[in-house]
């Protein structure tokens, strides 16, 4: 990335790199965006860098921290090399065309700031070419071929592929919830929804499916929808009122279901008891870069209703209700931290 190259003598271009299992803190994190801001700064000096340097060094998980500034950073003005390559090298109407999509792209930078695996570089590509598609913060609703009604969250990706046989729908990125129509051809074409994970067929049904990092999340709201893992994870059959987090090779527990799991739709997120750091992880769905939660304000239960198509009009909202300030260190790294003094804790 250029900002990083600016930092680094030409002999040490490229800070060493964090291990896997580095795991940044809040503070740590907090630390790594508050030197970019420094660093990023019309006045930042050659002592400033020589110091963040002397910060970076002293821990993997400074490193971590640094990295992941950076992707989020990424996601405002760096494209995934790989994928950005082939683009550039495209000519006429088809280059203009896939640049526009670069920016849907850049939300799924991942941590590392980059598309990592074949499987991530085929996904990302299939989420660019989809049927159906949304942005960060988009939601829509779109009728099938059959009169199934199909949403998707934001930035969310979806093909429909109908057959004399088959009604399927393939899920490459984020969320989808369908309510399942009657099929007018006899007989009449099983409606199923295809992911990484597996298959879920749908029993008259309305039900969600969300793509995690490593898991499907299905929640069936009306009927029952049929799971059949790709792996080694046994099949399952979901009722209404239930959820559940699975992969190809395992199947977790079921857990209740209701229909605020479903808000997004109607761009509401209504949480009920929630705890706070949960409900901005949600949130910042919604919106480009990073909403973190300090860690001293994180347990603090969540009742409401909260509109998703003006994240910033809720961060203000949660300030108005709660012991918390909305701190921007950047215009895209925001945190939630505790007033000081929080009630019953001295000052």
Known sequence: MQDRLQLYPKQDS?????????????ADLQQAAEWF???RADDAAETDRSRWRQWLDADERHRAAWSRVEAVNAEFGVMPQVVGHRVLARNGQHRRKAIKTLA????GVTVAGSVGSSREVRGYFAALTAQYRTEVGETRRQQLAD???LWLNTASAADADYSDVLRRIALHRGEIMIQTAHDKRDPARPLVVDVPAG?????????????EERATVLTVLEGKVMISPSGKAAPLMLPAGSRVRFDADAMGTPAPADESMAAWSRNLLMPDGIRLDDFLAELGRYRRGHLGCAPEVAALPLVGVYPINDTDRVLAALEASLPVKVRRILPWWVTVEAKDPLPGKPG
């Open 14 to 26: 490229t800070p060493p790199q964090p291990t896997a299992d580095a795991r940044p803190g809040y």
């Open 37 to 39: 801001a420094v660093l």
């Open 104 to 107: 849907w792209l850049a939300a």
């Open 147 to 149: 009169g199934s009604l």
């Open 199 to 211: 298959r879920m067929q749908a029993l008259g049904t309305r039900f969600l499916v969300r793509l």
